[in-house]
Protein backbone atom coordinates (compact mmCIF):
# COMPACT_ATOMS: atom_id res chain seq x y z
CA UNK A 1 0.00 0.00 0.00
CA UNK A 2 2.77 2.53 0.88
CA UNK A 3 4.26 1.80 -2.72
CA UNK A 4 1.41 1.88 -4.30
CA UNK A 5 1.27 5.53 -2.81
CA UNK A 6 4.25 6.52 -3.59
CA UNK A 7 3.39 5.66 -6.81
CA UNK A 8 -0.02 7.69 -6.91
CA UNK A 9 2.09 10.75 -5.56
CA UNK A 10 4.51 10.58 -8.26
CA UNK A 11 1.77 10.38 -10.63
CA UNK A 12 0.37 13.49 -9.38
CA UNK A 13 3.38 15.56 -9.02
CA UNK A 14 4.07 14.79 -12.64
CA UNK A 15 1.24 15.98 -13.43
CA UNK A 16 1.15 19.17 -11.76
CA UNK A 17 4.39 19.68 -13.29
CA UNK A 18 3.78 19.03 -16.64
CA UNK A 19 0.87 21.56 -16.07
CA UNK A 20 2.84 23.95 -14.57
CA UNK A 21 5.33 23.84 -17.08
CA UNK A 22 2.97 24.63 -19.91
CA UNK A 23 1.48 27.80 -18.06
CA UNK A 24 4.76 28.90 -17.59
CA UNK A 25 6.35 28.47 -21.11
CA UNK A 26 2.91 29.92 -22.28
CA UNK A 27 0.68 31.79 -20.46
CA UNK A 28 -1.95 31.86 -23.07
CA UNK A 29 -1.78 27.75 -23.58
CA UNK A 30 -4.67 26.96 -21.86
CA UNK A 31 -6.92 29.93 -23.01
CA UNK A 32 -6.28 29.35 -26.50
CA UNK A 33 -6.45 25.63 -26.40
CA UNK A 34 -10.20 25.64 -24.57
CA UNK A 35 -10.99 28.22 -26.75
CA UNK A 36 -10.24 26.32 -29.92
CA UNK A 37 -11.88 23.23 -28.34
CA UNK A 38 -14.63 24.36 -28.23
CA UNK A 39 -15.51 25.94 -31.45
CA UNK A 40 -15.51 23.12 -33.17
CA UNK A 41 -14.57 24.81 -36.23
CA UNK A 42 -12.01 23.12 -38.45
CA UNK A 43 -10.09 25.69 -39.69
CA UNK A 44 -9.06 27.38 -36.77
CA UNK A 45 -8.09 24.26 -34.96
CA UNK A 46 -6.14 22.94 -37.92
CA UNK A 47 -4.71 26.68 -38.24
CA UNK A 48 -4.13 26.47 -34.60
CA UNK A 49 -2.42 23.55 -34.78
CA UNK A 50 -0.42 24.55 -37.90
CA UNK A 51 0.86 27.50 -36.13
CA UNK A 52 2.94 26.10 -34.48
CA UNK A 53 5.38 25.23 -37.04
CA UNK A 54 7.99 22.42 -36.60
CA UNK A 55 6.51 21.26 -32.83
CA UNK A 56 2.73 21.22 -35.28
CA UNK A 57 2.81 17.05 -34.75
CA UNK A 58 3.49 17.44 -31.52
CA UNK A 59 0.95 19.69 -30.72
CA UNK A 60 -1.00 17.43 -32.90
CA UNK A 61 -0.59 14.95 -30.54
CA UNK A 62 -1.06 16.66 -27.13
CA UNK A 63 -4.34 18.30 -28.13
CA UNK A 64 -6.01 14.64 -28.54
CA UNK A 65 -4.13 13.59 -25.58
CA UNK A 66 -5.47 16.24 -23.18
CA UNK A 67 -8.89 15.80 -24.72
CA UNK A 68 -8.99 12.19 -23.97
CA UNK A 69 -7.76 13.14 -20.37
CA UNK A 70 -10.41 15.58 -19.65
CA UNK A 71 -12.94 13.41 -21.70
CA UNK A 72 -14.12 15.71 -24.30
CA UNK A 73 -15.09 14.73 -27.32
CA UNK A 74 -11.35 14.45 -29.58
CA UNK A 75 -13.63 14.11 -33.08
CA UNK A 76 -12.26 17.66 -34.44
CA UNK A 77 -8.90 17.17 -33.20
CA UNK A 78 -8.65 13.51 -34.81
CA UNK A 79 -9.53 15.32 -37.93
CA UNK A 80 -7.78 18.43 -37.54
CA UNK A 81 -4.66 15.87 -37.50
CA UNK A 82 -5.52 13.93 -40.61
CA UNK A 83 -6.35 16.92 -43.03
CA UNK A 84 -2.87 18.76 -41.70
CA UNK A 85 -0.53 15.53 -41.69
CA UNK A 86 -2.50 12.95 -44.22
CA UNK A 87 -4.04 9.88 -43.01
CA UNK A 88 -1.26 7.81 -42.19
CA UNK A 89 0.45 10.41 -39.61
CA UNK A 90 -2.81 11.70 -38.61
CA UNK A 91 -3.96 8.17 -37.45
CA UNK A 92 -0.64 7.07 -36.06
CA UNK A 93 -0.60 10.22 -33.97
CA UNK A 94 -3.84 10.30 -32.85
CA UNK A 95 -3.78 6.32 -31.77
CA UNK A 96 -0.74 7.10 -29.85
CA UNK A 97 -2.43 10.51 -28.26
CA UNK A 98 -5.53 8.65 -27.32
CA UNK A 99 -4.46 5.55 -25.70
CA UNK A 100 -2.48 7.44 -23.56
CA UNK A 101 -5.21 10.02 -22.84
CA UNK A 102 -7.53 7.57 -21.90
CA UNK A 103 -5.10 5.59 -19.78
CA UNK A 104 -4.28 8.36 -17.97
CA UNK A 105 -8.02 9.88 -17.73
CA UNK A 106 -8.99 6.39 -16.09
CA UNK A 107 -5.91 6.54 -14.10
CA UNK A 108 -7.16 9.64 -12.20
CA UNK A 109 -10.79 9.24 -12.17
CA UNK A 110 -9.71 5.23 -10.74
CA UNK A 111 -7.73 7.15 -7.95
CA UNK A 112 -9.70 10.31 -7.11
CA UNK A 113 -13.68 8.57 -7.63
CA UNK A 114 -12.88 5.05 -7.11
CA UNK A 115 -13.37 4.69 -3.01
CA UNK A 116 -16.97 6.72 -3.57
CA UNK A 117 -18.24 4.88 -6.60
CA UNK A 118 -17.54 0.98 -4.47
CA UNK A 119 -19.91 2.64 -1.94
CA UNK A 120 -22.59 3.22 -4.29
CA UNK A 121 -22.01 0.21 -6.07
CA UNK A 122 -22.19 -1.94 -2.35
CA UNK A 123 -25.56 0.01 -2.04
CA UNK A 124 -27.18 -1.61 -5.02
CA UNK A 125 -27.25 -5.60 -6.34
CA UNK A 126 -27.94 -4.44 -9.63
CA UNK A 127 -24.96 -2.29 -9.71
CA UNK A 128 -22.92 -5.16 -8.26
CA UNK A 129 -23.44 -7.03 -10.51
CA UNK A 130 -22.37 -4.90 -13.26
CA UNK A 131 -19.13 -4.41 -11.61
CA UNK A 132 -18.73 -7.89 -11.33
CA UNK A 133 -19.48 -8.24 -15.19
CA UNK A 134 -16.84 -5.86 -16.06
CA UNK A 135 -14.03 -7.47 -13.99
CA UNK A 136 -14.46 -11.00 -15.36
CA UNK A 137 -14.98 -9.97 -19.28
CA UNK A 138 -13.34 -6.86 -18.62
CA UNK A 139 -11.26 -6.97 -21.50
CA UNK A 140 -13.29 -7.97 -23.89
CA UNK A 141 -15.95 -5.44 -22.81
CA UNK A 142 -13.76 -2.73 -23.21
CA UNK A 143 -12.09 -3.60 -26.33
CA UNK A 144 -15.25 -4.26 -28.29
CA UNK A 145 -16.63 -0.83 -27.25
CA UNK A 146 -12.84 0.90 -27.56
CA UNK A 147 -13.08 -0.43 -31.07
CA UNK A 148 -16.20 1.72 -31.81
CA UNK A 149 -15.66 5.12 -33.81
CA UNK A 150 -17.55 8.17 -32.44
CA UNK A 151 -18.68 6.16 -29.24
CA UNK A 152 -18.16 9.04 -26.10
CA UNK A 153 -14.49 8.08 -25.41
CA UNK A 154 -15.16 10.07 -21.68
CA UNK A 155 -18.16 7.94 -20.61
CA UNK A 156 -16.37 4.65 -21.24
CA UNK A 157 -13.57 5.88 -19.66
CA UNK A 158 -15.59 6.98 -16.25
CA UNK A 159 -17.37 3.09 -16.43
CA UNK A 160 -14.05 1.77 -16.94
CA UNK A 161 -12.55 3.87 -13.25
CA UNK A 162 -15.80 2.71 -11.49
CA UNK A 163 -15.22 -1.33 -12.73
CA UNK A 164 -13.05 -3.88 -11.19
CA UNK A 165 -11.44 -4.32 -15.16
CA UNK A 166 -7.64 -3.83 -14.07
CA UNK A 167 -5.35 -1.20 -15.45
CA UNK A 168 -3.63 -3.63 -17.51
CA UNK A 169 -6.40 -5.40 -19.18
CA UNK A 170 -7.85 -1.84 -19.64
CA UNK A 171 -4.74 -0.25 -21.25
CA UNK A 172 -4.30 -3.32 -23.55
CA UNK A 173 -7.88 -3.29 -24.53
CA UNK A 174 -7.43 0.51 -25.27
CA UNK A 175 -4.54 0.16 -27.17
CA UNK A 176 -5.81 -2.35 -29.51
CA UNK A 177 -9.29 -1.54 -29.35
CA UNK A 178 -8.29 2.03 -30.40
CA UNK A 179 -6.78 1.16 -33.64
CA UNK A 180 -9.74 0.67 -35.46
CA UNK A 181 -12.09 3.70 -33.78
CA UNK A 182 -9.26 5.99 -35.23
CA UNK A 183 -8.57 4.54 -38.46
CA UNK A 184 -12.11 5.03 -39.08
CA UNK A 185 -12.74 8.51 -37.80
CA UNK A 186 -9.60 9.92 -39.35
CA UNK A 187 -10.42 8.42 -42.49
CA UNK A 188 -14.19 9.51 -42.14
CA UNK A 189 -12.82 12.82 -40.72
CA UNK A 190 -10.47 13.21 -43.54
CA UNK A 191 -12.41 11.92 -46.48
CA UNK A 192 -15.44 14.18 -45.48
CA UNK A 193 -13.22 17.86 -45.69
CA UNK A 194 -12.04 15.81 -48.85
CA UNK A 195 -15.42 14.66 -50.50
CA UNK A 196 -14.56 16.65 -54.05
CA UNK A 197 -11.16 14.50 -54.44
CA UNK A 198 -12.24 10.85 -52.24
CA UNK A 199 -16.27 10.55 -52.24
CA UNK A 200 -15.76 7.21 -53.81
CA UNK A 201 -13.45 6.37 -50.99
CA UNK A 202 -15.34 8.10 -48.20
CA UNK A 203 -18.57 5.96 -49.88
CA UNK A 204 -16.42 2.63 -49.44
CA UNK A 205 -15.55 2.99 -46.40
CA UNK A 206 -18.42 4.24 -44.80
CA UNK A 207 -20.73 1.49 -46.28
CA UNK A 208 -17.82 -1.15 -44.83
CA UNK A 209 -18.00 0.13 -41.59
CA UNK A 210 -21.69 -0.48 -41.55
CA UNK A 211 -21.44 -3.78 -42.91
CA UNK A 212 -18.76 -4.98 -40.55
CA UNK A 213 -20.43 -3.28 -37.44
CA UNK A 214 -23.63 -4.06 -38.25
CA UNK A 215 -22.80 -7.97 -38.42
CA UNK A 216 -21.11 -7.63 -35.02
CA UNK A 217 -24.47 -6.23 -33.36
CA UNK A 218 -26.53 -8.78 -34.95
CA UNK A 219 -23.90 -11.73 -34.22
CA UNK A 220 -24.41 -10.27 -30.53
CA UNK A 221 -27.56 -10.29 -30.32
CA UNK A 222 -28.32 -13.78 -31.49
CA UNK A 223 -25.61 -14.90 -28.65
CA UNK A 224 -27.64 -13.02 -26.44
CA UNK A 225 -31.30 -14.27 -27.63
CA UNK A 226 -29.40 -17.72 -27.51
CA UNK A 227 -28.36 -17.78 -23.62
CA UNK A 228 -31.36 -16.36 -22.67
Same mark, same amino acid.
Given at each position: ?????????????????????????????????????????????????????????????????????????????????????????????????????????????? /? &???????? @? !?? *?????? +???????????????????????????????????????????????????????????????????????????????? /? &???????? @? !?? *?????? +??
Amino acid at each position: MKSEKKVKIAGYLLLLILIGGIQIADPTFYSNFFHVLISGDMKEITAYINSFGTLAIFFGFMLVLLVNIVGLPSIFAITANGLLFGPVIGIIISWLAETIGVIIGFWLMR /T &ILRPSAEK @L !IK *KSSKLT +KIDDFSGKNGFKVMFIFRSLPYFPSGLLTALGAISRISLKDYSLASFLGKIPATILEVMIGHDIFTYQQNLKRLTIIIVI /T &IIIYGGIW @L !IN *KKNISN +KN
